[in-house]
């Protein structure tokens, strides 16, 4: 790779690879991305074996010259340019939600023929999700609200260049002045962090996320509570802090291989090391922090609230699961406080990291930038949590979407295919996959102590304060590495 510019001189990297709807409670359908056979294996090994090849990696990287390391990682590939046409593939997005949300609205009940759930929860949610940490910034082409932003910006400078004068608002104009109040600037991502508490509650909790008419009108709403969101404070500043599911998107974007800077009307594209963008991020701000360890605790929630051990210390016999329904109040507290104990636990080991070499930064500086270490650990845990329910439910939904109301329709060819659930069954299929799980974990965690590494010399370009700053945040992914393998092999229940 020759390098490609754009990347910030002192770092290169390294080359080295909320209750409102309990109300609606009823019956509760199964969720599009249940896992759906138990893995017996000698997890115990492989536990071990990952938290030293973890521990390794960061052996290693205290022996390497920390310069070497980050100008290899930031190697980068010109790609060349494309045009900038977000604003007309988001409007084909939006009008293929609009059919997903009528085919919710007025299809079929069932969530494994309704194409609206096996879109959201599987194709968008998991789907999504790894192309975009893994391939490139995907979503900022298929953005729902990006078109019809861009349409009624069109509009409302129209009507203003004719009246000379416009009697509109002043938030739904170009430019506004609104979206710089104070207190927006101040909120930062905070409105994303409670918009995606919200989705994670609905997620894993509400007794039916898969419910097609119910789950099309929480899109419908959220959907329109955005858009007015980005009218009000503008576009970039809306999605990018506001709109969870952009803010999400954008921060694990970071950790792909294909990068897109806008440069007028064109798009230049370069090809990275996986997690070299982590380098050159600015410190996020304290919501931005707590924002990806939300992420994280989210998905580890998932796992550990199907647990034998979960149930069993509520006194719950995990053998006759009583479902959602009975399980809201005691897993909403345990949601939170899942995130609010590691929260404390991330935050605490940043700022004893701080403490061992007696940093002059500021905490929130210091855990703002190395958060950032987390996004391959979030992507690995979305990867090694959903990926057997990708193989399955994605055939779901190739099926669904050629007939999304239910009224015998063959619109792709695809409306008689037969799904091969076997794919994740018996012991062939669950080694496979368990092994692809466990993969997926180390790495993550690999590059994680890569990353971390990386950033903490931008906070100590000492060599020895930068690795004694590691310390607690090391120990702290070598408990994560062992807890993740532990929550994808353990029995669960439901």
């Given amino acids: 790779m020759r390098d490609c510019g754009g990347v910030g001189s002192s770092f290169r990297a390294l080359q080295l690879s909320p209750l409102v709807l309990a109300g609606l409670t009823g019956e509760a359908l199964a969720h599009a991305s249940e896992r759906g056979h138990v893995l017996l294996l000698p997890t115990g090994y492989y536990i071990v074996g990952a938290v030293l090849a973890v521990f390794a990696s960061f052996l290693v990287l205290a022996v390497l010259p920390p310069k070497t390391i980050v100008s290899a990682w930031s190697r980068r590939l010109c790609l060349g340019s494309v045009p900038d046409f977000r604003a007309v593939t988001s409007v084909p997005s939006f009008v293929v939600l609009a059919i997903l949300l009528a085919a919710g609205i007025w299809g079929g009940r069932d969530p494994l023929a309704n194409p609206l759930p096996l879109v959201v929860w599987t194709l968008l949610w998991v789907g999504v999700t790894l192309v975009q940490g893994s391939v490139g910034d995907l979503w900022s082409w298929i953005n729902p609200w990006y078109g019809p932003y861009r349409l009624v910006m069109r509009c409302v400078g129209f009507v203003t260049h004719r009246r000379k004068r416009s009697t509109l608002p002043l938030s739904v104009l170009p430019g506004a002045t609104r979206r710089n109040l104070p207190i ?20 894993l909790i509400y007794p039916a996320p898969d419910d097609p008419f119910r789950l099309a009108l929480v899109v419908a709403v959220y959907w329109g509570l955005s858009f007015a969101g980005m009218l009000l404070f503008g576009y970039n500043s809306w999605s990018r802090q506001g709109e969870f599911l952009t803010a999400f998107f954008s921060l694990i974007a970071r950790f792909s291989m294909l990068d897109g800077q806008k440069s007028g009307g064109r798009v230049r594209l370069t090809l990275n090391w996986p997690g070299a963008k982590l380098l050159d991020a600015a410190p996020l701000p304290l919501s931005g922090t707590l924002f990806l ?8 929630f998932d796992g550990l609230s199907k647990t034998f051990l979960w149930l069993g210390f509520f006194g719950i016999n995990p053998l006759e699961y009583p479902g959602r329904s009975a399980l809201i109040w005691l897993n909403s507290i345990g949601l939170l406080t899942t995130f609010a104990v590691m929260a404390a636990v991330t935050l605490s080991a940043v700022a004893l990291g701080e403490r061992l070499v007696a940093s002059r930064h500021g905490f929130r500086k210091a855990s703002g930038l190395l958060v950032w270490s987390f996004v391959p650990i979030a992507l690995a845990y979305h990867a090694s949590h959903y990926v057997a329910s990708l193989l399955v439910n994605g055939q779901y939904a190739v099926v669904a979407v050629s007939d999304p109301f239910a009224l015998g329709w063959d619109l792709f060819g695809t409306a008689n295919h037969h799904v091969e659930a076997a794919i994740v069954a018996g012991a062939g299929g669950a080694r496979l996959i368990w092994n692809v799980q466990v993969a997926a974990i180390v790495g993550g965690h690999v590059l994680a102590v890569l990353a971390a590494h990386a950033l903490a010399h931008r906070l100590h370009p000492e060599r020895g304060a930068a690795i004694r700053s590691q310390i607690p945040l090391t120990v702290l992914m070598l408990a994560y590495t062992a807890l993740g393998l532990w929550l994808l092999s353990t029995p669960t229940a439901g």
């Fill in 184 to 203: 927006y600037r101040h909120l930062a991502y905070t409105p994303a962090l409670v918009g995606f508490f919200a989705f994670a509650w609905f997620e």
């Fill in 293 to 300: 360890i939300l992420v994280l605790s989210s998905v580890s």
